[in-house]
């Protein structure tokens, strides 16, 4: 391919939109384009990267025996009513009418279609199991889209969905489909750890994310060094802290002025942060069981918002802080003095450490008074206990105790067990070996083909642009000719180039009217693995030969240089 005749508009410029390396790169090298905020188009090289990842997840997942069928985007609003998500899933659900005014939604994930295709079309067991993939557009209204292919509003995903007759066959596909993310992302040129997710109410070590280890990611990986445990903060759990067992002392009212924040309150009354109690106070939108939520931590942790959710048994984005004022009026909390004990007619959460916590600092429900002395069970009682807490780098590992560190990452796939939440709310069923009617167990497996592209130049770029692994790259070498209007260095470049092409390999010819620094500000940007530079002495038919990756470049006669590249190249492919 000569770049004289591709369609390419590299910029200079770091777009103003772009906060990220990945999404200024992939801009500046002409690879994606932006539409509206969270919608991408693919240019030819980028289109050539997402083809690259596409066709790695495709082996991959053909080599379990997948099979790859493909779906519409447009789902009609039955089936989401039939699993109870139409309104379970939030804002998020991009919807849309018909001229008819029938309610549609732009999928966003496809569980709801793939359990209907296997209640009308599996009813055996001898069909069973089952694992069905596609590599299709979704749809999420995201609240914030922001870092490019990172949170986007349209995005790619590789979706699959397992089904087996009982949960040990899901065990195995679930094993299977673990380990084929495993070789995607490692094939994919990305360093990544799978992590326990949470996985809502149903709990366990039923779900695992994929995250390729960066600083701008969003996910948040406790692990540690000293056992196999590594969770997301959300998932991970939290150790209580033994507290010393005192003696319970009568409950004593004190003036506390203008000590709305933890920190103060300590200061104000000389007392560490664990003796306070933290009041953090929530409204549950469309919820018959509760309204208001009031939540307790120890004053020095953090609320680990999933874990709220969960204890409560509502989705993440039914709960919002509450209007302290509304809230006030009804339940008798006061905006930065709420305790545990002058509470009413809401439901009370408390954490689990907190049980066990002798003679603590709490809110008075009283402007500019705390109590202190307080004791659960003597003094109040929890709705609720659950372990409500953040995790935190330094705390305990709840495997072996062990100081806990964290990390930050880029979810690129999850991989969940369903087991029958879908099959028995849409009646998936089969007959088994005695014609006994039971539900499918499925499991659901997604990647972020996009976001993973992003991920890809996270962690793989330098300066001057992207350094693409051979795996995913958009071409594998670029020759860059450095005087177009040389006859002898044109005729050597295009010799290596066609002579690169009968060998299998995919080279661009940088043979445009720019002079030399234009192109290797270019070829930089773009992160083609092996440049091929023709210069001054093409008489001798020496060329100089550079990885992307290293810094300096060699002299080598043509053949060496081609010889290399093909090495290199062979040796890179696969990832
Ligand atoms: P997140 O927590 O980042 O919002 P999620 O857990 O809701 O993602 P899943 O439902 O697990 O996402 O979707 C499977 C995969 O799709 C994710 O692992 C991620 O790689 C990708 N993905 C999800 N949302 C987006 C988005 N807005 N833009 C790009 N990729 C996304
Ligand atoms: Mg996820």
């Not at 380990?179 to 990544?192: E, M, N, P, V």
């Not at 008074?369 to 206990?385: A, L, P």
């Not at 030969?545 to 890179?572: C, G, H, P, Q």
């Amino acid at each position: 391919m000569k770049l004289s005749n591709m369609h390419l508009k590299t910029l200079r410029e770091v777009p103003a939109e772009a906060e990220i390396s990945s999404h200024i790169l992939l801009l500046r090298a002409n690879m994606i384009r932006k539409l509206v905020s969270g919608v991408y188009g693919f240019m030819p090289m980028g289109n050539r990267v997402l083809q690259k990842i596409q066709n790695i997840i495709r082996e991959e997942m053909d080599a379990k025996g997948a099979q790859e069928i493909l779906m519409s985007a447009v789902q009609p609003a039955e089936l989401w009513q039939e699993s109870g998500r139409w309104t379970a899933y939030g804002p998020e659900l991009w919807r849309i009418k018909d001229r008819h005014d029938r309610d549609f939604c732009l999928g966003p994930t496809h569980e709801e279609i793939f359990t209907d295709i296997a209640r009308n079309e599996i009813n055996s067991y001898r069909q069973l199991p089952q694992n069905l993939y596609q590599i299709q557009t979704k749809y999420r209204d995201e609240k914030r889209p922001r870092f490019g292919l990172i949170r986007s509003r349209e995005f790619i995903m590789q979706d699959s969905y397992t089904f087996d007759k009982d949960w040990e066959g899901l065990d195995e596909s679930y094993r299977q489909m673990y380990d084929a993310y495993s070789k995607i992302f490692t094939r994919c040129g990305l360093t990544y750890r799978a992590v326990e997710a949470d996985s809502g109410a149903i709990g366990g070590s039923n779900s695992h994310e994929f995250c390729a280890l960066s600083e701008i990611g969003e996910s948040q990986i406790a692990y540690c060094e000293h056992c196999d445990m590594a969770a997301t903060d959300e998932r991970a759990v939290c150790v209580d802290e033994a507290m010393p067992q005192e003696t319970e002392l009568a409950m004593e009212e004190v003036y506390t002025p203008d000590t709305k924040s933890i920190e103060d309150l300590a200061a104000f009354l000389g007392v560490e942060e664990k003796k306070t109690i933290k009041a953090l106070l929530f409204a549950v939108a469309d919820s018959p069981k509760y309204q208001y939520v009031a939540a307790f931590v120890r004053g020095d942790r953090e609320l680990n918002m999933i874990k709220l959710a969960n204890a409560l048994d509502v989705p993440e984005h039914a709960i919002d802080f509450a209007d302290e004022a509304a809230m006030g009026a009804e339940t008798g909390c006061v905006g930065g003095f709420t305790g545990p004990t002058g509470l009413h007619d809401c439901v009370i959460v408390v954490d689990s450490e907190l049980t066990k916590a002798k003679n603590m600092v709490a809110g008075a429900c009283k402007v500019d008074h705390h109590i202190k002395n307080v004791n659960y069970g003597r003094d109040y009682k929890g709705d609720i206990i659950a372990d409500l807490k953040l995790i935190k780098e330094g705390d305990p590992c709840p495997k072996c105790g062990a100081p806990v560190k964290m990390a930050r990452g880029i979810e690129v796939g999850q991989v969940f067990k369903l087991g029958t939440k879908y099959s028995e709310s849409m009646h998936a069923y089969y007959k088994d070996e005695n014609m006994e009617e039971k539900p499918l167990v499925m499991g659901c497996y997604g990647i972020g083909v996009t976001r993973t592209m992003s991920a890809i130049v996270e962690q793989h770029h330098d300066d001057n642009g992207i350094i693409w692994p051979v795996s995913v790259a958009p071409y594998h070498v670029i020759i860059t000719l450095v005087n177009s209007k040389d006859e002898v260095q044109c005729a050597l470049a295009e010799e290596i180039h066609d002579a690169l092409l009968a060998k299998g390999m995919e080279v661009i010819l940088d043979d445009r009217d720019e002079r030399a620094g234009v192109k290797f500000k270019d070829a930089d940007l773009l992160g083609i693995p092996v440049r091929i530079t023709v210069g001054k002495k093409a008489g001798d038919r020496i060329v100089e030969y550079k990885l992307r990756r290293d810094e300096a470049s060699v002299d080598k006669t043509a053949e060496e240089a081609m010889a290399d590249a093909v090495t290199f190249i062979e040796a890179n492919r696969r990832g």
